[in-house]
């Protein structure tokens, strides 16, 4: 069984010695325990103040009532009481030894797993057939795959969906255009779309033709349907390039396109009308969820069925919702699409609560900002034109080619396996340790930089300690751990955070937390490695405990950047 993170741990003994002291029931996670940024002291309690007015005491008497009934039991010294009634734990070296002792023995770095495990459906990528991904897919894509590898780490099963846009009127156009050039060159498919829309802007026989197709895809028209199919496996073809030089987990068997979903639409009309739910509104069939209102005040509508009879995107995710709880059991639904769809799918969710589908059921829209070019405006070429995906990743390994080769002693195909993971990394990396709620600006020499918050960095880091590793060579795994300089301990206090990392960025499904603990942690372990030696260490008990603490960081570092889709060399 693992042991509680440390915050846990203080928090526990905390709510405990307030019950002794006050006869006051809390939860752990209500103690208020949190890092302290002040030297000398490793973890803050602010918890007296915030119950001084509940129990009509001043903070400091519910401070010193609590610390006269606190049970430490060698966790950490006796805490101080600072200011109005801050509580300042300093936990005992002894202590700290151990546990740093048994997290270098687990195989998960001391992170515990659910208790509940949760069913989440997580919706996330979701390009269109027949265009080429680009840059504005690569947030929702590497967010995406970053909160399935920390949610399926924390021990939740995860159904992702792949939500394509593979229906609806354009696919007429499409296949009229793939008629007319059946040999034609569809490797590039953007050239493919943009060939078919001028031609369906210019020719109203191609136009009329390509209405008609839609009504022949629409009612199941064989022929139709074949060329259809073969649009979304060349399309797919190219996403999952992409995805493969990304890092990214999604697979065939993740795709729900819109097609997917398209039986069930019927079905979703008729179950609100049933529930009277709908209004026909300017002959649409239409749901007003409570609270949505126009700036003049006029409700807002959900359209769920045209006038013309079509189905729009609102169907199709109120039909989303409805398969995913219903017929797949998800207890979350998670969507990682851009925050201006934040309205959209919060009537979504009102209207699907409305019909019952969400019943103990957790939806959550995980929105994000947009990447914008040096100018500040969403980032596109010199010619104005959308960056291709391919084309961005191209010029990340090519650029991460040179900072290699700076100063490698590899082989140039080992060069060029390292500038891949180097590359991918950095747009990786840049996009993860924002905070995915605001923009960001694309920057290659930040990216790409061996100093600061990057991926560079931190993949520079497990490198050199890897290099030390081996020169150090073998050492016994059961060397006790020696925390004597305040370097060591600085680091054996950032190496115990790592659970807390991972369960922050788990449960605000925000990534950036963890690049935040991670580049801390390689900072620490660089002024450890300055302040301690470890190879020259002035007895062979420290040395091995070095070595140690040199061997969990480097995990750590392998292992955080692994859940956010990232490689981390031995060699650069």
């Known amino acids: 069984m693992r042991k509680p993170e440390v915050s846990e741990e203080l928090a526990r003994r905390v709510v405990a010695a307030l019950r002794r002291a006050f006869d006051v029931d809390l939860d752990p996670s209500a103690a208020l325990i949190a890092v302290s940024t002040r030297d000398g002291v490793d973890y803050q309690c602010n918890l007296a103040m915030s119950l001084g007015k509940r129990l009509g005491k001043p903070p400091r008497e519910v401070a010193a009532g609590i610390v006269e009934n606190l049970e430490l039991d060698g966790v950490a010294d006796r805490p101080e009481i600072a200011g109005p009634g801050f509580l300042n734990f300093v936990l005992r070296r002894e202590w700290l030894e151990q546990r740093v002792a048994e997290q270098a023995k687990d195989d998960r770095l001391g992170v515990a797993e659910a208790e509940q495990p949760r069913r989440v459906a997580l919706d996330y990528s979701s390009p269109n057939v027949a265009k080429e991904m680009h840059v504005g897919h690569v947030r929702s894509t590497v967010i995406g795959d970053a909160i399935t590898r920390l949610l399926r780490f924390a021990g939740h099963e995860v159904l992702p969906h792949n939500h394509l846009g593979d229906w609806g009127t354009p696919f007429g156009m499409l296949i009229e255009h793939h008629l007319d050039e059946p040999s034609g060159d569809r490797s590039d498919l953007n050239a493919f779309y943009q060939a078919a829309r001028r031609k369906f802007d210019a020719d109203a026989a191609f136009a009329n033709r390509s209405r008609e197709r839609v009504v022949k895809l629409q009612s199941g028209d064989p022929e139709t349907l074949a ?80 006038r013309d009879g079509g189905y729009g995107y609102a169907a199709t995710d109120l039909a989303t919702v409805r398969y995913w709880t219903a017929e797949r059991g998800a207890t979350d639904l998670l969507y990682v699409v851009g925050t201006p769809q934040a309205q959209h799918f919060a009537m979504v969710f009102a209207v699907s609560r409305a019909a019952g589908w969400l019943d ?50 590899l082989s140039k195909e080992e060069q060029q396996e390292v500038a891949h993971a180097v590359g991918i990394g950095a747009v990786k990396y840049a996009d993860l340790s924002s905070d995915r ?136």
């Open 227 to 306: 060329f259809w199919q073969e649009l979304v496996d060349e399309s797919t073809r190219h996403f999952n390039a992409a995805y493969r030089r990304l890092g990214i987990t999604l697979t065939d068997d993740d795709i729900y396109g819109e097609s997917f979903y398209n039986p069930y639409l019927g079905e979703v009309v008729d179950e609100l009308e049933a529930d009277g739910l709908t209004e026909i509104s300017d002959g649409a069939v239409c749901v007003f969820p409570d609270g949505f209102t126009n700036r003049d005040g006029d409700r807002l509508p959900l359209i769920v069925r045209k």
């Open 360 to 409: 103990g059921v957790h939806a959550e829209h995980i929105g994000f900002g947009s990447i914008l070019g040096a100018d500040g405006k969403v980032i596109r070429t010199r010619a104005g034109e959308t960056i291709k995906l391919s084309s961005l990743l191209d010029e990340a390994v090519a650029q991460a080619a040179e900072v290699v080769a700076e100063r490698s002693q």
């Open 437 to 572: 709620e605001r923009d960001y600006v694309f920057d290659w020499d930040r990216m790409l930089a061996k100093d600061g918050n990057t991926s560079v960095y931190l993949q520079y880091a497990h490198a050199r300690i890897e290099s030390i590793l081996a020169k150090a060579g073998e050492t016994a795994e059961e060397a006790p751990v020696l925390l004597k300089e305040p370097a060591e301990r600085a680091l054996a206090l950032t190496l115990l955070r790592f659970s807390e990392a991972i369960s922050a960025a788990t449960s605000a499904y925000a990534p950036h937390k963890l690049c935040t603990y991670l580049y801390d942690t390689a900072v620490t372990f660089s002024r450890f490695y300055e302040q301690c030696p470890v190879l020259t260490a002035e007895t062979s008990e420290l040395r091995a405990s070095r070595v140690q603490l040199a061997k969990l960081t480097s995990r750590t570092l392998v292992q955080g950047l692994g859940l956010l889709g990232i490689e981390a060399p031995n060699r650069l």
